[in-house]
Structures are given as C-alpha cells and as structure tokens.
C-alpha cells in the first residue's frame, strides 16, 4: 500500500507512521510560488519543479489542511487522476466560517464532503463537532504521539513554576509574569520561543527555545507547570502535547479551559486544574507549594506509536474496503 501525506509539518508531528507496513512518503504542499520556483536558492528548471510539486500516485492520500486553505482544490485532483482513497486531517474546531469569503468556506466544506472518504481529527473530543458540519463523511478521533520520554537527567536548575511555549499573548505569556510577581520567593522559569518585551521579575529565568529532549529535562525539575492561554478570535488551546509531557515528567498542570485541555483532563484529572479563561481567574490563583506531589498512576497507551499506528491501518483498510 502507496501511502502520501500531505502536511507541512508531517514529518514533524507524524514520523511514527514510517513504522507502519505501508510506502509512506510524507510532501510538503505544491504551494504555486513554490511550484514557479519563485524562492531563494531554488535552481532547478521549471519542469524539474512540476515534477517535484505535483501530485503523487497513492492508494491513500492524507491531507492536513487548516480550514479554508486553497490547497483543498488538490483533493479533487488527487481523486480524479489516481482514485485515491482521501484522508483529511484537521486540529480545527471552527469550520463554519471563512475569515475572508463566505463563498470560498462554502467551498471548502463542499469539497471535503464530496471527495474525502474520512476525517480524521486531534483531539477526538473534535468528532460530533465536526459531524454537524461534515455530515456525510466517516470522522474518526486520534491523538498525538507522545514517545516515551529520555531518562532523567541530573540538573542543578529546580524551578517551582514554568511557562512551556510561545511567548505570545494568546499563550498569556503576560499571565505567568504576573503570577510571577505574586511569587517572589519562588523560581519561575519561561521555555519557547519569542520574545518578551515587558521587564522580567527577578525570579523569573528566561531559557528561550529549547528542544524537545531539553524542553523534557527540565520539566523533570519543575514543580508546577502554567499554561494559561486565552481564546482570540479564531484561535484557543487544542491538543496540548506539553500537557501531556509535563504530567508524565511528574509536573502538576494548570491550564485555561479551552477545547484540548478539557478532553486531557478527562483523562489525567489528578494531574491537572482548569481555569477559567479570565485575567482575574489566574490572578487568583493560588499555588500551594507545599502540597506534596501525586505519583501519576495515568494510563498513557493513548499516546503510543503502536496503539496509533494500529488506529491508521485500520482507517485506511476499513475505508478502501467500502470505496
């Protein structure tokens, strides 16, 4: 079985499917500036570069689209020119409105309805959502992979509070900083990328973008950990894979009350606590460090390479056999 996925991040969050006994080939897509050449450093012929970008026969296509991206208009042709079993992959909870045509969203749901055989979705909290707009397509649920993390490493640094991801205010970078001045004999720490342009509290250590090994070692020496994003239009929490990293380091997780958090805190209640997504709810919040920590018991088979790749061989036999 010819399997191609089409993300542009597939290889990042998706390389667990290499293990499955299918080709696999992950492709970035055929974007038309990309697919002109009109990029640095491209020096290629054009027709070199037709034959790079265009389409891939396969038994199936799985394609990771955002909702209302142009891209939908290669399901089509990857169905009429290969017969290709469709898969389309989506994070978004929001596929009723287009940010800029109402036409073009209109489009966009009529050609997934149409032409893909099955949706799959992370979280799976997503799926009866996603049914009351895609009606006539099998959606199935799937979480992300979460490898088995590196051994401990013995670190000097402890940090009683951390911050894990984009410095930005949808992440409420600005929250934490706060929280931080209510704690001034507590070491706060910030990982991720971006920049923050307020001056930091002195007890608060800025480590930057670190990565995902790093990012692990140091959560092993994290008391508590705050994610305390804040819904923006288009925009909340999905599926948090730092959550699910911090509870298995042995972090206890505060984060808003947005879409993904609520589903992993269903499953992982005794690790974690949900805000309300208000400035003054995480003002309030009151960390109680002496508290002793919970020895997660949780089952995380869910996140596993192999109880994953048993859910896509079993979506793309099931499928090809109704098509």
Not at 70 to 87: E, R, T, Y
Not at 222 to 227: A, K, P, T
Not at 244 to 266: M, Q
Request: hydrophobic letters at 40%.
């Amino acid at each position: 079985m010819k399997v191609v996925f089409y993300h542009p991040n597939g290889q990042k969050y998706f390389d667990y499917l290499n293990q499955l006994p299918v080709n696999m080939e992950f492709r970035s897509y055929p974007y038309f500036r990309r697919f002109l050449g009109y990029h640095r450093g491209d020096t290629k012929t054009i027709p070199k570069r037709f034959s790079n970008k265009f389409p891939r026969a396969a038994d199936v296509a799985i394609f990771g689209l955002a909702p209302f991206d142009m891209n939908v208009f290669l399901i089509p042709v990857q169905k009429a020119l290969f017969g290709s079993m469709i898969v389309y992959h989506t994070s978004y909870p929001d596929h009723t409105r287009g940010r800029l045509f109402t036409w073009f969203a209109a489009v966009f749901r009529l050609i997934i309805n149409k032409y893909v055989d099955c949706i799959v979705c992370t979280p799976p909290i997503l799926v009866d959502k996603l049914k009351l707009v895609y009606p006539d397509v099998h959606i199935e649920g799937i979480d992300h992979n979460i490898p088995n993390l590196v051994q401990k490493q013995s670190l000097k640094e402890v940090y009683d509070v951390g911050f894990i991801g984009e410095k930005s205010y949808k992440k409420g970078i600005d929250r934490f900083l706060n929280l931080a001045r209510r704690y001034p004999d507590r070491r706060f720490v910030v990982i991720g990328s971006g920049i923050i342009l307020e001056e930091l509290p002195k007890n608060v250590t800025d480590l930057g973008y670190l990565s995902r090994s790093e990012t692990i070692s140091y959560m092993e020496n994290i008391r508590f950990v705050v994610l305390p994003s804040r819904k923006v239009t288009g925009w909340e929490e999905l599926y948090s894979m730092v959550i699910v990293e911090a509870i298995k380091s042995g972090c206890y997780v505060f984060a808003s009350n947005h879409i993904g958090p609520k589903f992993l805190f269903e499953r992982h209640s005794n690790k974690m606590s949900l805000i309300s997504d208000e400035d003054c709810s995480w003002q309030n919040l009151n960390l109680d460090f002496n508290e002793m920590p919970i020895n997660s018991r949780d089952d995380f088979s869910h996140y596993s390479a192999e109880n994953l790749n048993k859910k896509w061989l079993s979506i793309f036999n099931s499928n090809i056999s109704r098509s």
